[in-house]
């Protein structure tokens, strides 16, 4: 039960957490339990009508979405979702924004990113401004991603380009 919980936040993770039949029905008990929460989501719901409006109305603070490349292609290859997938994450980000919720887009350095990452940087913030917040992570081939090649990267492979998006970022 929720209300057993000493904590006053959340975040509602999964695999994909609104795509789980009981998705609505947690942000309610989180909501009459007065828990703030956020989400961490590949934004798979994000575009349907009304999906964030809603979830704004039963207190979503923060949206954490992935979104690691700018082209379609590679988000798909990256992500594993349709190429139709990134542009229904691209509208669910402008719908949350909409709702008032706060967003954070993850973006991973893939072999398919390197060297376009600030692209993706200087794409977003021409859409968004500054009303989203950027996360680059570098990979691990520890989890469940185990060991696809397109994560199987040094650092020095991407230091540079992480080094470029903070120097965009401060910019």
């Given amino acids: 039960r929720i209300a057993d919980f000493p904590t006053k936040y959340a975040v509602v993770t999964g695999g994909e957490p609104t795509v789980h039949p009981g998705f ?4 309610e008990a989180l909501r009459d339990h007065t828990m703030a929460w956020d989400i961490n989501t590949n934004g798979s719901r994000l575009h349907e009508p009304g999906f964030c409006a809603t979830a704004a109305e039963l207190g ?3 949206a954490i979405v992935s979104l690691h490349a700018r082209d379609a292609e590679a988000s798909a290859a990256i992500s594993g979702i349709a190429e139709k997938g990134h542009s229904r994450i691209v509208a ?7 709702c008032g919720v706060a967003v954070m887009v993850n973006a991973v350095a893939t072999r398919l990113t390197l060297g376009k990452l600030t692209d993706l940087l ?15 992570v ?5 989890g469940k991603g185990g060991a696809w090649p397109g994560i199987a990267l040094r650092y020095a492979e991407v230091a540079e ?6 120097a965009l970022g401060a910019a």
């Fill in 24 to 27: 609505l029905a947690v942000a």
């Fill in 60 to 62: 979503l603070l923060r």
């Fill in 92 to 98: 669910g980000i402008d719908e949350l924004l909409r």
């Fill in 122 to 136: 200087r794409w977003g913030t021409q859409r968004w401004g500054t009303q989203v917040q950027w996360k680059f």
């Fill in 138 to 142: 570098f990979p691990s081939s520890a």
């Fill in 161 to 166: 380009d992480f080094r470029a998006c903070a």
